[in-house]
């Protein structure tokens, strides 16, 4: 089992950044494709960004491409989430995954099998 932990979220304004941290624990994610997803209220949980396992491929979502910077720690069992320049649209509870199956970089939700709780974060005007 692995336990995912999401911190870093919270209120910052339009055009403001924000780091957001996932922590894994339990085992090792280095062999694993990881991804960051957000979900805001009344909107189903979409797919912002995921790494592979080695760090060496990236896949963005049209809307945040340019403006965040996915990237992992394999030697601290961490992943970032750099997110710049943000608008009133990017607030959404955001959630780090784990996809056991490494491959071709997935952006649905279930093709991840582990998940955060997730964090906050909320752009204001």
């Known amino acids: 089992q692995v336990q995912l932990v999401e911190s870093g979220g919270g209120l910052v304004q339009v055009g403001g950044s924000l780091r957001l941290s996932c922590a894994a624990s339990?085992?090792?994610?280095?062999?694993?494709?990881v991804g960051w997803f957000r979900q805001a209220p009344g909107n189903e949980r979409d797919f912002v960004a995921a790494?592979?396992?080695?760090?060496?491929?990236?896949k963005y979502a049209d809307s945040v491409k340019g403006r965040f910077t996915i990237s992992r720690d394999n030697a601290k069992n961490m992943l970032y989430l750099q997110m710049d320049s943000l608008r009133l649209e990017d607030t959404a509870v955001y959630y780090c995954?784990?996809?056991?199956?490494?491959?071709?970089?997935?952006?649905?939700?279930?093709?991840?099998?582990?998940w955060g709780r997730g964090t906050q974060v909320t752009v204001s005007s």
């Open positions: 995954a784990i996809n056991l199956r490494p491959g071709l970089l997935r952006t649905q939700t279930k093709e991840y099998q582990y």
């Open positions: 790494i592979n396992w080695a760090g060496t491929s990236t």
């Open positions: 339990g085992r090792t994610i280095n062999a694993d494709d």
